[in-house]
């Protein structure tokens, strides 16, 4: 037994030095170098040894999820810095080096998590009457009424002056680029204040109270579910002033991009869906299948990754689902029937003009392609340059590459969709062909151009994406497109607007630490992955059919032509319910 104490003394002290260097090493990625000759360096690792020392014998799959867990987090760490500072991923031991050492720093963190998880009491401290669901709305509404009075009438983004176009201007096509049914409601909307009140602004103004209205109606309905769930005052009290005050929610939720609604029926729609796993009664009530195909019909309507998050919802039921199987994966193939029709036979009705799906899809080819041409011209034969001329019509525009690596858009839109659609698989061949000749550019490509989704210390502003992270200015309409609506901001509240301008605008959350991690989209994605793992270890498998929900459409996240906060909205206000699923105990 005493052989055994010194062994594990001697592991612990061997596990937090490493742990220490990893620290050392991932910071001087960062900052200056040869930080390893620092008093504070002591401090880490006589912190990292306690918390060792702490830990007593856990079950197997408390280990394995941890050491994985901390592999790859220690992994994102090293790696999206790389990428984030220089562009490129430096392919040596030494990086090999610090992932391993910056694991052993994480490990007992992950660890001792799960022992405070473990020691969470359920004790019965809410009662969820009527009157605190219409508390909790109004205090959440109130306080997001503030923010809207301070950047009124709302945020005008980019996207909206021609989406309120298409339905004002009868000599504008319509097009499938945007969501019709969302653009039909914020035109009409507009329109009516100017009809009313003879002005844009008082329209805008009133599409974003009505939009606020829903997102308070499904943040209280999600604040209602944790404290339903978990029985944690403390849980709901957070969950009410994550959604009051925090800056992301707030600006985001009085802007004109659809990913807010597209957002807010996403998390009614994993609400149903854990319902649905979870309550045996779910189908004894003949509105909760409805109410639950009508949910998946307007995500798929609001926006087409919709279509795809439900579509990797269904391994999920057929492996997980154990009573009327067959009836839960009709009431979710439904739906996806009645999409493609409103997509085909609707549309052609309505003369919208379809995009070529083929552009979409292409952002991470074309930017993987993009490299090799910019950066390893030298592995190209001449059938390679040839192939690149005829799906590219513009090699020219390659060059934006360079200095837009986390964007698409410059890329793709040279892309010959014409050529590419009548010979697919030559076209795939063909990016699998120059992947072979250069895989390390291809996995840089890919990982650059979804840096900020799961990389959580992303830095911001970044050029190279082009876009603000999150849309907080008005669009110049007049500037991009003369028969655009102009409308400007006029600020109810300006004292409040200067402390949003400088959070949001000049990024000073960057400057606050622990509360920065927050304002990342990548600390999300880290959140999701852990919630999946301690539901598999924790044996709470009904979940992981929501989470397969989520797990779609970070799918086609991770695809997008850039990464921007926007699409990421959906994930971030799930958060309460994440982790109530972590600290759930199970009866």
């Not at 974003?208 to 604040?223: C, E, G, H, N």
């Not at 269904?314 to 009645?338: E, G, H, Q, S, V």
Request: net charge positive.
């Amino acid at each position: 037994m005493k052989n055994l104490k010194e062994n594990k003394h001697i592991i612990d002290t061997i596990m937090s030095i490493l742990g220490t260097i990893g620290i050392i090493k991932a910071y001087e990625l960062t900052t200056i170098p040869n930080l390893s000759n620092n008093i504070i360096n002591i401090f880490i690792f006589i912190l990292l040894l306690n918390m060792y020392k702490k830990i007593t014998k856990k079950q197997k799959n408390e280990y394995i999820f941890s050491y994985c867990f901390s592999i790859l987090l220690s992994t994102i760490i090293i790696i999206g810095t790389q990428l984030d500072l220089y562009g490129e991923i430096i392919w040596t031991i030494s990086t090999i080096l610090k992932i391993l050492c910056l694991c052993f720093s994480i490990i007992p963190i992950i660890l001792y998590s799960i022992k405070l998880i473990e020691k969470n009491k359920i004790e019965k401290t809410i009662k969820c009457t009527k009157k605190t669901k219409i508390a909790t709305f109004f205090t959440i509404f109130t306080f997001d009424f503030l923010v809207f009075l301070a950047l009124y009438p709302g945020i005008y983004g980019y996207d909206a002056g021609f989406q309120i176009l298409e339905f004002l201007d009868k000599k504008v096509q319509l097009t499938s680029h945007f969501s019709l049914l969302f653009s039909f409601i914020l035109a009409n909307c507009v329109n009516l204040g100017k009809l009313i009140f003879n002005s844009y602004q008082a329209g805008l103004a009133i599409y974003i109270i009505l939009q606020m209205i829903f997102m308070t109606y499904v943040t209280t309905k999600i604040s209602i579910y944790v404290a339903q769930k978990t029985k944690s005052k403390l849980l709901f009290i957070l969950s009410i002033i994550f959604y009051s005050i925090f800056p992301l929610y707030t600006t985001m939720i009085i802007s004109t991009a659809q990913d807010v609604i597209f957002s807010g029926i996403f998390a009614l729609l994993i609400l149903n869906i854990i319902d649905l796993a979870d309550n045996k009664k779910y189908f004894e009530k003949k509105s909760n299948p409805i109410k639950l195909m009508i949910l998946i019909l307007l995500l798929c309507i609001l926006r087409n990754n919709g279509f795809y998050a439900i579509l990797a919802t269904l391994p999920f039921i057929i492996l997980l689902k154990k009573d009327k199987k067959i009836t839960t994966i009709a009431i979710f193939i439904i739906p996806l029937i009645l999409y493609k029709m409103y997509t085909g036979p609707i549309y052609n009705i309505m003369k919208v003009y379809n995009e070529p799906s083929i552009k979409e899809i292409s952002s991470i080819p074309s930017q993987q392609l993009a490299r090799v041409y910019n950066y390893k011209y030298s592995v190209l034969d001449e059938k390679d340059l040839k192939l690149y001329k005829k799906y590219y019509t513009n090699l020219d525009d390659f060059k934006y590459y360079t200095y837009r690596q986390s964007i698409s858009d410059p890329i793709k839109s040279v892309l010959n969709t014409t050529q590419t659609s009548e010979n697919l698989n030559e076209y795939l061949y063909f990016w699998i062909k120059i992947g072979t000749k250069d895989v390390e550019n291809y996995i840089e490509a890919f990982l650059m151009n979804n840096l900020g989704t799961w990389y959580p210390n992303k830095t911001y502003n970044d050029d190279r994406m082009y876009h603000p992270y999150i849309e907080y200015n008005m669009l110049e309409a007049k500037k991009w497109n003369k028969k655009y609506i102009e409308i400007e901001r006029n600020s109810k509240f300006p004292l409040y607007e200067k402390i949003l301008k400088f959070t949001i605008e000049k990024n000073a959350w960057k400057k606050i630490p622990i509360i920065s991690s927050l304002f990342t989209s990548g600390t999300y994605f880290i959140i999701y992955i852990y919630t999946i793992g301690l539901c598999i270890i924790k044996n709470k498998k009904k979940y992981l059919i929501p989470l397969g929900c989520i797990a779609g459409l970070y799918a086609t996240i991770f695809l997008a032509p850039v990464s921007l906060f926007r699409y990421v909205f959906p994930v971030f206000i799930l958060l309460p319910i994440m982790i109530s699923m972590i600290i759930e105990k199970e009866k």
